[in-house]
């Protein structure tokens, strides 16, 4: 059988955020921030030109996607014990456990995922780059992506899409 697909990795492939991680045994990181480095790997048929997908399609969808993210504190929305609420006054409280945090609303970035790790936010990007992809244009058949996140030199999150898995 013979695949074909594309590599993406772009300095520009970044974000800068901050967030906590929740540990299983309950305890938590102090709030802290990375710059986060994003690789991407998108395989699916030729197209009578011989392409997956341009590169230049694709680079401007996982940058305004990554731009979405930079600069925000972000907090998982579905950790069961972690309360998020937003005050009338435009400001997002966090409490976990004996934590509380409190920040400008437009400075927080609350996701649907249940923890901040490089695994979960590269399924999150997976995720939401396959819709945005595959909303823009019909006729790109993702039939595997591949989403790296680096957090730090030698340490990424990975997701991997593949539909009939």
């Known amino acids: 059988m ?13 974000f800068a955020a901050a967030h906590f991680l929740i540990f299983p045994d309950g305890s938590k990181e102090r709030l802290h921030g990375h710059n986060y480095r994003v690789y991407v790997e998108i395989e699916g048929d030729l197209t009578e030109h011989g392409l997956v997908i341009d590169f230049k399609l694709v680079k401007p969808v996982v940058k305004e996607l990554l731009d979405g993210l930079d600069e925000h504190w972000i907090v998982p929305a579905e950790h069961p014990e972690l309360q998020v609420a937003e005050r009338d006054d435009g400001v ?3 409490r976990y456990r004996d ?3 409190a920040a400008p609303a ?7 995922i249940n923890n901040t ?13 396959r819709r945005r992809l595959e909303q823009r244009f019909e006729d790109v058949v993702v039939r595997y992506l591949r989403v790296d996140v680096e ?8 997701y991997r899409y593949t539909p009939d898995a």
């Open 2 to 14: 013979e695949r074909w697909s594309i590599l993406v990795q772009k300095e520009y492939f970044n």
């Open 92 to 94: 997002v409280e966090v």
């Open 99 to 101: 934590s509380y945090y």
């Open 106 to 112: 437009e400075d927080v970035l609350v996701l649907p």
């Open 117 to 129: 790790s490089s695994e979960n936010f590269s399924g999150w990007i997976g995720r939401e780059l």
């Open 151 to 158: 957090e730090t030199v030698g340490q990424r999150g990975v």
